[in-house]
């Protein structure tokens, strides 16, 4: 799918630069807000650059992941999806 991701590089100190299938690429900002509840852990900055592909989806150890479409979507249209 267009949406699926590709490459995923930390872009520290709480971003990542992604590529999708259709060669989109943007970033993805993480509010430190956003560090609550299952993504707790992500605050922890040498499990944050464990960050990875699979399936088409951005993953951390743990079974964290993030939502490609949602991602895609809103990079295609502002180049970077800000996670509040």
């Not at 490609?68 to 295609?76: C, V």
């Amino acid at each position: 799918m267009k949406w699926d991701v590709i490459e995923v590089k930390p872009d520290l100190p709480l971003s990542l630069m992604v590529r999708f299938a259709d060669g989109t690429s943007g970033k993805v900002r993480f509010e430190p807000s956003y560090f609550t509840g299952v993504f707790q852990p992500l605050k922890d900055q040498s499990l944050f650059q464990q960050v990875y592909v699979e399936s088409g989806a951005v993953v951390w150890p743990g079974e964290l992941d993030l939502a490609p479409d949602a991602m895609y979507q809103a990079i295609k249209k502002q180049g970077e999806w800000v996670l509040r």
